[in-house]
């Protein structure tokens, strides 16, 4: 067997039938077992060419565990992406994909916070936006949005 074939075999044991590995988690599960880097770029390009790797498609995976009270902006979402070992342009893309931020970040507070709300929740509702990486701007009209709603019901 070639080193490229142990390589590869290492890796395709790694992923198994979860075809939402990330690229980048397959790099450190390699790395870690001493192969070099470019038997590994070389091994992860292959397995890209035959889909058995795909970041967007591992991208939508990490997605769908940030719903509700999880829900992150999209400038948020990119990094947590990159810490999941996608690739920055899959990244961007598959943030691109999501929701506006202004949309979640309204979605984020209907979550969180109980109907009607209080004046005294703004300063909480600020902080968890800003922390979920929301700019000020958004934050503010999700909140302005969010009183606004809470007030018709």
Do not use: C
């Amino acid at each position: 067997m070639t080193d490229f074939e142990s390589v590869r075999e290492a890796a395709v044991t790694y992923i198994g039938i979860d075809f939402y590995k990330s690229s980048g988690s397959v790099r450190r599960n390699l790395l870690k077992k001493g192969a070099s880097e470019a038997l590994i770029e070389d091994v992860i390009r292959y397995l890209k060419e035959i889909d058995y790797i795909d970041d967007f498609r591992a991208a939508q995976r990490v997605t769908s565990r940030y719903r509700g009270k999880r829900l992150r902006s999209r400038r948020a979402m990119i990094e947590i992406f990159r810490r999941n070992g996608i690739e920055y342009e899959d990244a961007k893309r598959a943030a691109s994909a999501l929701g506006a931020d202004e949309d979640t970040a309204l979605e984020l507070l209907e979550a969180s916070f109980s109907v009607p709300a209080e004046a005294s929740d703004f300063s909480s509702m600020r902080k968890l936006l800003f922390r979920r990486g929301y700019s000020e701007g958004t934050a503010r009209r999700a909140i302005d949005s969010f009183f606004e709603r809470s007030h018709l019901d």
